[in-house]
Every structure is written in structure tokens, then in C-alpha cells.
Nanobody, 124 residues
Framework: QVRLVESGGGLVQAGGSLRLFCVAS????????MGWFRQAPGKERDVVAT????????YYADSVKGRFTISRDNEKNTVYLQMNSLNAEDTAVYYC?????????????????WGQGTQVTVSS
């Protein structure tokens, strides 16, 4: 069982920045692919960014390329999502997810564990 705890969400004005954090339990964090997903009201959950267990491979949705950066610190069991130039379309609940034993994936169905989510609201 892997427990994921997200933090860092909040209310920000358009053009602003936020940094999301996700801390995972377990002693083998460096064997988990990690990802950030988001779900806006009335919409399906979509992938935002994913990162391989070493951090060497990343994936970004087209809508966030050049604005968001995913990274991880395996010593701290933490994955980050730096979000810059935020706009109203980024408003959503953001979820951290883990895929133990999987080197990397961008498919939500391949992630076995999910956090409780953190709300990001961008005011225009």
C-alpha cells in the first residue's frame, strides 16, 4: 500500500505560479513512476505530467508544455509540479498518482495509487 499526500494548492491570480508537492510512503519510491493528473468540474480526469522513476523521462500534456515542470526527489519521497503562467483553464483538482514497479507511464489506468487531491483555483 502506498499513501500519497498532496499539498500546495490554493487560489492564485491569472499569470501567477504555484508549486504542488506530493509525498509518498514506502521505502522503494525510486521504483515508482509518478504522475500529476487533474479534473475540472464537469470534465474527465486528464494527465498533466508524468515522470519516470529516475526522473530521466518526463511527459507533459500539450496544454501545459512550457509552463509546468514535474520533478522528483527520491531521497525525500517527493514529486513536485511547478506551475507558472497559470490561467483560468488550469482550475481543477490536482491528483498525484504512483505506479509502483513501473518505470514510466502517461496512462492514468496504469497508476495504482492516488492522493486525495488538492484544489487549484486561478482567478481571471
Amino acid at each position: 500500500q502506498v499513501r500519497l499526500v498532496e499539498s500546495g494548492g490554493g487560489l492564485v491570480q491569472a499569470g501567477g505560479s504555484l508549486r504542488l508537492f506530493c509525498v509518498a510512503s514506502g521505502r522503494t519510491f525510486n521504483t515508482y513512476a509518478m504522475g500529476w493528473f487533474r479534473q475540472a468540474p464537469g470534465k474527465e480526469r486528464d494527465v498533466v505530467a508524468t515522470i519516470s522513476w529516475s526522473g530521466g523521462t518526463t511527459y507533459y500534456a500539450d496544454s501545459v508544455k512550457g509552463r509546468f515542470t514535474i520533478s522528483r526527489d527520491n531521497e525525500k519521497n517527493t514529486v513536485y509540479l511547478q506551475m507558472n503562467s497559470l490561467n483560468a483553464e488550469d482550475t481543477a483538482v490536482y491528483y498525484c498518482a504512483a505506479a509502483p514497479g513501473r518505470r514510466w507511464s502517461r496512462a492514468g489506468y496504469e497508476y495504482d495509487y492516488w492522493g486525495q487531491g488538492t484544489q487549484v483555483t486561478v482567478s481571471s
